[in-house]
């Protein structure tokens, strides 16, 4: 079982680096700590983050931050092998080969500047992936205390089933938000609400802010109806509403504001009301539920 709890909102990385707001050391370490004020105490990365140099970046910062470790959790994830001036791939492709694993696992760990990962992740299934190699990797990993627990991203139901008969799969980051919510259909949170497995949801809010469509146009004009009954702004009611789920779900943010991250944080302690969460999902979906 998992030592460290999460937080309820993570902190993810992608975007700290070379791959968006290219944050400089100091910047980095004031992040992190505004983060921490505000309880968000679990950093998501993956290997690949700003072509395999986001990870450095940040654990640079970490080292200088006089930030105890034990007050953080650590999460990254292995296994694409990424196109970049840092690695000579010929094409995008998975490596889950016991010996790759391991190696990648040691990476990251001297990347992030610590003795151990909190989470280690597998980014997404390969056709390829042996469950007998990735068991062989994970348990020496964590008999050697680098890894504290093992998860998957982007993994369907059989998929993890396929792992976990081997090796205990304590958590599935996948992409869930109200408009990209099919987890809710297919099988893959129900899974999860069974198997007591954690899950947390990239991109959490969707192409609500990003599109200017039919769907998101609605998805506004709802949510422009709950602000002033729940007190709260439409970012925060678009976690709200992921939060809902009896899966208890664990919403990864990608921002670097630091006025974001307060208002997500906030979003935990609002409870939607059950036709207020049909509400907003009717809206997304443009018709009522069957």
Request: aromatic fraction near 8%; charge should be neutral; charged fraction near 20%.
């Amino acid at each position: 079982m998992i030592q460290k709890p999460f937080s309820k909102i993570i902190a993810g990385t992608m975007t700290w680096g070379t791959w968006g707001k290219q944050l400089s050391k100091k910047e980095m370490i004031t992040l992190l700590n505004h983060c921490l004020s505000q309880g968000v105490t679990s950093f998501d990365h993956a290997d690949i983050y700003g072509g395999y140099t986001t990870e450095t970046a940040f654990g640079n910062a970490f080292a200088e931050s006089s930030i105890n470790r034990e007050k953080i959790q650590l999460i990254t994830k292995c296994g694409i092998q990424y196109q970049s001036e840092n690695r000579n791939n010929e094409v995008k492709h998975y490596n889950y080969s016991k010996d790759y694993i391991i190696w990648s696992a040691e990476e990251s760990l001297k990347n992030l500047k610590t003795d151990y990962l909190d989470l280690l992740l597998l980014h997404r299934p390969s056709p390829l992936m042996h469950p007998d190699e990735i068991t062989e990797a994970i348990t020496i990993l964590k008999a050697q205390g680098k890894v504290k627990a093992f998860g998957v991203s982007n993994f369907t139901p059989s998929q993890v089933d396929l792992i976990s008969k081997y090796t205990e799969v304590s958590v599935n980051q996948i992409e869930f938000s109200l408009t990209q919510h099919q987890a809710m259909h297919n099988g893959t949170l129900d899974q999860m609400l069974l198997e007591r497995i954690i899950p947390m949801s990239w991109s959490p809010l969707g192409s609500v802010f990003r599109e200017d469509t039919e769907q998101t146009r609605r998805i506004h004009k709802q949510l422009g109806l709950l602000l002033e009954k729940y007190d709260a702004t439409e970012d925060q009611l678009l976690l709200a509403w992921v939060l809902k789920h009896p899966a208890k779900i664990h919403p990864v943010i990608g921002t670097t504001n630091e006025k974001r991250i307060e208002n997500a944080v906030k979003a935990i302690n609002i409870d939607l009301q059950l036709e207020d969460w049909f509400k907003i999902l009717v809206a997304s979906q443009g018709h009522k539920v069957p």
